[in-house]
């Protein structure tokens, strides 16, 4: 089955710094999601994206969150100034079309923040 | 009125015995239910789902039992095996928002 893939599988960084999580969805999939988990919490939507702009974004996706798809194959997301509650595991997430039932998630990035 | 509420949080069931995980939602708003499993180091994995216009939707040894009117859900395991061993989680989501409101997980243990 096709998988997303996402790296690094963890990511250590110092307050205020900046991280870039990476994700390879599905080639044929449009519709690109990022999600998180607080350890020991539930999945958390962050954000969705389609056709090179955000979709829909939560209450938790702030000015310090963005996404963005350089190519043709990847799709980031970029913490600008990490907070010590931004620690998470993050997973990415794709779809091949809206209305798609089947979501395939990525096996996360584990982002600690000290 | 967004959240799905599960429960247990955790449950141990022998080898061979029923795994029952329960959920309930507010909004009727929702149309699509679905349940994902997680394995340790693993993302989500969609495991099976039901739309609200029917009460009961089978693959295999997993059953979702569905009921509108008490605005519950919740997933059935027959025959548990040690490898259903995971975190499960119901989720919810109204096809107009395409986000997927999770619950907070039910971690089974299913021991040999």
């Known amino acids: 089955e096709p998988e997303v893939t996402q790296t690094p599988s963890h990511q250590v960084t110092q307050m205020g710094q900046e991280v870039i999580l990476r994700c390879v969805p599905i080639?044929?999939?449009?519709?690109f999601y990022w999600y998180r988990q607080i350890l020991g919490q539930k999945v958390e939507f962050l954000v969705s994206?389609?056709?090179?702009?955000?979709?829909?974004k939560s209450e938790i996706f702030d000015d310090q969150f963005s996404v963005e798809r350089p190519d043709g194959s990847n799709f980031t997301l970029k913490i600008r100034s990490t907070k010590l509650e931004d620690s998470a595991m993050y997973f990415c997430?794709?779809?091949?079309?809206?209305?798609?039932?089947?979501?395939?998630f990525g096996s996360g990035t584990q982002l600690s923040v000290l | 009125q967004q959240q799905v509420k599960q429960s247990p949080q955790s449950l141990i069931v022998q080898k061979g015995g029923i795994s029952i995980i329960n959920c309930a939602y507010e909004?009727?708003?929702?149309?699509?239910f679905p349940w994902y499993q997680q394995f340790p180091g693993k993302g989500p994995a969609l495991l099976i789902a039901?739309?609200?216009?029917?009460s009961e939707k089978k693959e295999g040894r997993f059953t979702i039992s569905f009921n509108k009117s008490a605005k519950q859900f919740s997933l059935h395991i027959m025959d548990s095996q040690p490898g259903d061993s995971a975190t499960y989680f119901c989720?919810?989501?109204?096809?107009?928002?395409?986000?997927?409101?999770f619950g907070k997980g039910t971690r089974l243990h299913i021991l040999p």
């Open positions: 997430a794709s779809k091949f079309s809206v209305r798609g039932e089947k979501l395939f």
């Open positions: 080639s044929n999939h449009l519709y």
């Open positions: 994206f389609y056709n090179n702009e955000i979709s829909e």
């Open positions: 909004n009727t708003a929702f149309d699509y």
């Open positions: 039901i739309r609200p216009d029917v």
């Open positions: 989720a919810a989501l109204m096809n107009r928002d395409d986000k997927i409101i």
